[in-house]
C-alpha cells in the first residue's frame, strides 16, 4: 500500500483559534485545545515490571504522557512488561515532584483507598486529567492528594497491583464516553 502524498500548500491553513498557535495544520485538524486527553502521574513505582505495564496500559487507552517520581524505577532494568514497546510513542518522563508539571488544563486526580475518596463508578472524569498513583508497597503523601482536585478509589474486596489500578480506571474513562465534565464541547 504506497503512503499518501503530502498535502500541498494550498491543503494547508493556519490555526486562528488561538493566539499561541502559530503553526499550520491541514484543513480540519482539531486543535489540541478541542481534545480530551488524560495523562499518569506515578509517584515512586517500585520497579520496571510495574512501569513497562502501565505503559503498555496508556498505548492501549491512548494516553498523552506518563511521569514519575522517585529513583526505584531508574535503578532497575529497562521496560521489562512493555511489549508493544509504547515507550517509543509515549513520553516517559521522570521528574523531581509531580506538582511541577501539571499539563495543560489537566485536573490532578488521585487514585488512593484513604477515607472521603470518591467510588470510580460514580466519578465522573475531567476532560483533561493527570491521574496519579502511588507505588504497589505504599500510599500517595497526603501532600499529593491534598494537591489533588479529586481523590477516587477502586471498591474492592482486596488491594490490586498498580498495572491492574491504572487499566480499570482508564478503561472507566473510555466507557463513560462523552460523559465526563463538560459532556460533548470536547472530542
Excluded at 472524569?125 to 493527570?130: E, M, Q, S, V
Amino acid at each position: 500500500m504506497a503512503a499518501a502524498p503530502a498535502p500541498s500548500i494550498s491543503d494547508l491553513t493556519a490555526a486562528p483559534q488561538s493566539p499561541y498557535n502559530r503553526a499550520f495544520f491541514l484543513k480540519g485538524t482539531p486543535l489540541v485545545a478541542d481534545k480530551r486527553y488524560s495523562c499518569i502521574g506515578l509517584y515512586n513505582p517500585k520497579s520496571p515490571e510495574n512501569v513497562g505495564s502501565v505503559m503498555r496500559a496508556a498505548g492501549c487507552y491512548g494516553v498523552a504522557s506518563v511521569f514519575y517520581t522517585g529513583k526505584r524505577y531508574e535503578r532497575a532494568a529497562d521496560f521489562v512488561t512493555d511489549t508493544k514497546r509504547v515507550h517509543y510513542d509515549i513520553p516517559l518522563i521522570g521528574i523531581d515532584d509531580l506538582k511541577k508539571i501539571l499539563p495543560l488544563n489537566c485536573v490532578p486526580v488521585a487514585v488512593e483507598l484513604v477515607e472521603g475518596a470518591r467510588p470510580l463508578p460514580e466519578y465522573t472524569h475531567p476532560d483533561r486529567a493527570l491521574y496519579i498513583f502511588g507505588p504497589e508497597d505504599g500510599s500517595l503523601d497526603k501532600e499529593i492528594r491534598d494537591w489533588c482536585e479529586d481523590v477516587v478509589y477502586i471498591p474492592t474486596t482486596g488491594c490490586m497491583n498498580l498495572a491492574a489500578t491504572v487499566n480499570v480506571v482508564l478503561y472507566d474513562r473510555m466507557a463513560k464516553g462523552l460523559n465526563t465534565r463538560s459532556g460533548p464541547k470536547f472530542r
